[in-house]
């Protein structure tokens, strides 16, 4: 029963974070929303323990569509990280406010880039795609990442600057046309480069916060170094292009493995 710790972990930590905001802010909803994305993320890694061969994209589906759908279209919530600087600059700490805080600013000190592997619904329409591992080696223009971060910040700061009414209508509008923008950018990236996960590595802005917080991620893929042979097997079915073979935290793209159990799945020797 040792392989089920880590499903189990991960729903008890999302249960206190569900039972935590529910009681602090006196508000079912988070009990719920934690709750539910607690199950869909534990449910995927049990499926993986299985050996099911679409269990990620069962959690990347049922997290994806609920925080797109759900949240976003019919609560009206901008969960991108315009949404993110609005909240914070109001002084709230709801919605997207602690969104970001247990996804992609706290979270990924536990699960690293586990984010981007499991519930981002951006990344999970750029996986239909059919370059699922990279065709051609990796580009030097990460630094774009930090332009759409400044641009997000530069937006948002012009709106409360300017005293634009109405901010939470264009709010919703700028979530509804930054994701077509996301959708657009990213699906023609991924055939010039032939590279499914192109926007991810290069584009998004939220990045720059999941970087730096995933150095220091607990969660994380090792190598046992008595049975691997140096096939290279798992670099090249890596969609982030990460060096598991390197247990150290400075291994090469190491803040980048989104946790999606390729590498494992197709290790010869079972070494990771």
């Not at 332009?147 to 509008?173: D, K, N, P, Q, Y």
């Not at 991924?190 to 150095?215: E, G």
């Not at 893929?221 to 060096?243: A, H, L």
Request: charged share 15%.
């Amino acid at each position: 029963m040792k392989k089920y710790l880590v499903p189990v972990i991960m729903l008890a930590i999302f249960e206190t974070i569900a039972v935590v905001l529910w009681l602090t802010l006196d508000n079912p909803f988070y009990l719920f929303n934690f709750s539910y994305i607690g199950i869909a993320i534990a449910l995927g890694v049990f499926l993986i323990i299985r050996q099911y061969k679409n269990a990620r994209r069962v959690t990347q589906l049922l997290v994806g569509l609920y925080m797109l759908v759900y949240l976003g279209l019919i609560c009206r919530e901008n969960m991108q990280i315009e949404g993110f600087w609005y909240y914070l600059f109001t002084g709230v700490f709801e919605a997207a406010t602690i969104h970001y805080a247990v996804a992609k600013i706290i979270g990924p000190l536990i699960f690293g880039r586990g984010w981007c592997g499991y519930a981002c619904w951006t990344a999970m329409v750029l996986d239909f795609l059919p370059y699922k591992t990279p065709k051609t080696p990796r580009k030097k223009i990460g630094w774009i990442r930090y332009i759409t971060f400044a641009a997000s910040l530069v937006f948002v700061s012009a709106l409360f600057l300017a005293h634009v009414g109405h901010i939470e209508r264009i709010m919703f509008w700028a979530f509804i046309i930054g994701n077509l923008i996301y959708y657009a950018v990213g699906i023609i990236l991924a055939f010039a480069f032939k590279d499914n996960r192109a926007f991810c590595k290069y584009i998004c802005p939220v990045t720059v916060f999941l970087k730096p917080m995933s150095y220091f991620s607990i969660l994380r893929i090792k190598c046992n170094k008595s049975k691997c042979i140096s096939c290279g097997k798992c670099k090249r079915i890596c969609p982030m292009e990460v060096d598991v073979t390197d247990n150290s935290r400075k291994r090469e793209n190491g803040t980048e493995c989104i946790l999606c159990f390729e590498c494992v799945k197709n290790c010869p020797k079972k070494a990771l």
